[in-house]
């Protein structure tokens, strides 16, 4: 048989096209592309287009979403200091503010009440502390 690149004989063909093949003109295997099999210059040719084409489409589609997010964010962005939108998140801010200090009142005020319930039963009488702006509603 004759290799059909170089016409020199030869007894091996070619895994991928099946056209007898020699070994000069065989891909030579190395670490980076594994090939352990008779394989001929023109097909590892066409393999490697294969491969740097759909390369090249992942990076296109990378590219595209890079893009999209890049826009969205670029949106978000510049809603995010108008005025109505600092607003708004000042307002739920203060409002989960008011929640959780009257969530904190109520739990004191329960705490309180048990302790005076557990020192009236002992048989002392304790008087809540003055707060702040209550002067003369406790005498």
């Not at 979403?65 to 801010?93: C, F, G, L, M």
Request: include cysteine; proline fraction near 4%.
């Amino acid at each position: 048989m004759k290799c059909h690149l170089c016409e020199n004989e030869t007894e091996f063909s070619c895994d991928s096209c099946e056209e007898p093949v020699c070994e000069d003109c065989c891909v030579q295997m190395t670490i980076h592309n594994h090939i352990d099999y008779p394989l001929c210059q023109e097909c590892y040719g066409f393999k490697e287009d294969a491969a740097r084409h759909e390369a090249q489409q992942e990076e296109e589609r990378e590219e595209k979403k890079r893009k999209k997010k890049d826009e969205e964010n670029a949106k978000r962005r510049a809603s995010y200091w108008k005025p109505k939108n600092v607003e708004k998140r000042r307002k739920r801010k203060e409002e989960k503010m008011k929640k959780d200090l009257e969530h904190v009142i109520r739990s004191m005020a329960n705490v309180l009440s048990i302790f005076s319930d557990s020192f009236e039963q002992m048989g002392v009488s304790i008087k809540p502390p003055d707060t702040p702006g209550s002067e003369g509603k406790n005498s």
